[in-house]
């Protein structure tokens, strides 16, 4: 890891938390709990990690420590996206009144 | 890093911002979280695809995963009922914080295994974000968990209701502080000793009991704040784990998701007029001491209040958490046709910003009972209608309808309120006149023009639709 690369990730990570502050100002109450339901799914963002750490070779029995660690959190951070994703939907379907019970 | 995949990942990038856009006006809501999933799903396959090319793929962990989870995650939200939706918010938030934490641990425990570990910058890049991603990470998960079976009331052990505590004596607040220099001082010291087990666990194990220390305080009321709060917190997690991995995806979402998430804090904290510190810190709700009670008031019955309601032009339906409780918004709905077909009288709802246990949680509710979009109003809007209104319907509301939010005094003082008050006749339907989360005793209760209607909301909204019935 240079110098410039770490620099370049403080950068970046400090620019997308002025953006994030930026992003959001006047939201009705209504959205607010759809909005965390949505922001919370985007947090599953480490799937991304969690996949590259879960690459490794499977032998049963003897997969290294660290890839059984990655796995699990391959699950967690599926189970964060895709149920955040679908929960979030649910509830602006209602809230918009698109579609009725039972969808 | 490939060229391609570094775009592929300021793709995925611009989705997420342009859907946390989206997410904030109700017309473009759904298409925002579309986005945000189309963003996800591009990063997910640029992932793969990437490890695909480079000739390295080892598929069987992740397509389990993958599999696994995805499955995992459709039941819960495809099953969970309405009303169960906050709790499932908080746990889906506490997996993404753990998700964070066990990359982060899975690349240290490489080290432990043996394998090279890295020296100068890199190292200390490493160390340092590996352990604020366990910190943030642990503590979400713990606090997320708790702030879950918070938002259910308890927890079914062995066919017993328990109820979930809330503690938190003024002693607290420098353990925590404590806690979060112990951690930072391991995590100083991992940095000479990377593969030292004593410290990776210390840190967890701190961490773990932070995020509880952190909501055990917190009342139920308050419950939306921390969750929220929690959220930003597992963005934080996932941004710092970028730093270990060096994955800019990572970087960018979670820090989106940090700041955003921040913001809506914020914001729902303005709602309740209370600021963050005082929700962290000053264990407000749910704890303290209650006023007893010294008043007394004479409950009304069904037929009394469907008589009165009867020739009334105009009714303003005011939800609580009462109403989410006793899962009455069907009855509710029913109520309302009838008057309104019966008696020809106009019904909106007022909706107070944070009743219920959700910030909307009211408005989620009354959806899902086909309650139209238009008759529910904000509080802002509808409070200058209350004079000429008729009757206002409170429904296991409280401390939301409650006259001593005005007089600038007590925990309630300047929170703003429905001006239920304001109506010509009150009924409130609620199971005592036991105080809210406030603690506050509530005058609304007390007024000459208040009807009480003591009981379940869904047993007595059943009683006073069939008491409408037969007139």
Request: with cysteine.
């Amino acid at each position: 890891m240079t110098p410039e690369f770490l620099i370049g990730n403080i950068t970046l990570f400090v620019l997308a938390i002025f953006l994030g502050f930026e992003l959001i100002t006047k939201v009705p109450a209504t959205l607010h709990t759809p909005l965390m339901s949505g922001a919370n799914a985007i947090s599953g963002i480490s799937i991304i990690g969690a996949l590259i750490g879960a690459n490794v070779a499977y032998d049963s029995g003897n997969t290294e420590i660290s890839g059984i660690l990655a796995f699990v959190a391959v699950v967690l951070a599926m189970i964060n996206v895709v149920g955040g994703f679908l929960v979030t939907n649910r509830m602006l379907n209602m809230i918009a009144g698109k579609k009725r019970r039972g969808a | 890093m490939e060229d391609w995949v570094a775009l592929g990942y300021l793709l995925s990038a611009a989705l997420f911002i342009f859907g946390l856009k989206k997410l904030g006006h109700p017309r473009t809501a759904p298409f925002g979280n579309q986005l945000g999933a189309l963003g996800m799903l591009v990063a997910v396959l640029t992932t793969i695809f990437s490890m695909q090319l480079a000739g390295d793929a080892e598929w069987v962990l992740i397509g389990a995963g993958i599999a696994l989870g995805s499955l995992i995650g459709y039941i819960m939200a495809v099953r969970v009922q309405m009303t169960g939706m906050p709790e499932l918010v908080a746990l889906f938030n506490g997996f993404g914080g753990a998700a964070s934490a066990l990359v982060a641990l899975s690349e240290i425990q490489k080290y432990i295994d043996g394998g090279t570990v890295p020296a100068g910058l890199e190292l200390t890049v490493t160390m340092v974000a590996a352990g604020l991603s366990a910190l943030v990470g642990w503590m979400t998960l713990t606090g997320s968990l708790l702030a879950m079976y918070k938002l259910k009331g308890g927890v079914s052990v062995f066919g017993k209701w328990i109820k979930t505590p809330t503690w938190g004596p003024s002693w607290l607040n420098p353990v925590k502080v404590l806690l979060v220099i112990s951690v930072a001082v391991l995590i100083y010291l991992s940095i000479d000793d990377p593969t030292n087990t004593t410290y990776l666990w210390s840190i967890i194990g701190i961490s773990c009991l932070l995020g509880i220390v952190l909501v055990l305080p917190i009342g139920g009321a308050d419950m939306p704040v921390v969750v929220s709060l929690l959220n930003s917190l597992s963005g934080i997690a996932a941004a710092f784990t970028g730093f270990i991995i060096g994955n800019s995806a990572l970087i960018i979402a979670g820090s989106l998701v940090g700041a955003s998430g921040l913001i809506l804090t914020f914001i729902m904290c303005k709602a309740m007029n209370r600021t963050l510190a005082d929700v962290l810190f000053k264990s407000f709700g749910g704890s303290g001491e209650k006023e007893s009670l010294t008043r007394t008031k004479v409950g009304s019955d069904a037929d009394e209040v469907a008589m009165m309601i009867d020739g009334a032009q105009k009714v303003i339906i005011v939800p609580g958490y009462g109403m989410a409780v006793s899962q009455c918004q069907h009855q509710v709905k029913e109520f309302a046709d009838l008057i309104s077909e019966k008696f020809d009288t106009e019904v909106k709802y007022a909706i107070h910003p944070v009743a219920g246990r959700m910030p909307g949680h009211m408005n989620v509710l009354l959806a899902e009972a086909n309650v139209p979009y238009e008759q529910l109003i904000e509080m802002d809007e509808i409070n200058s209608e209350f004079p000429e209104c008729d009757v206002a319907i409170v429904i296991g509301a409280n401390d939301t309808t409650n006259p001593a939010a005005r007089s600038g005094e007590g925990p309630l003082a300047g929170m703003p309120i429905i001006d239920a008050d304001a109506a010509r006749t009150v009924v409130i339907i609620k199971r005592s006149l036991s105080v809210g989360y406030a603690g506050v005793d509530n005058d609304l209760f007390y007024m000459d023009k208040t009807m009480m209607l003591f009981g379940d909301g869904k047993a007595m909204m059943t009683g006073l639709n069939n008491a409408i019935k037969e007139i």
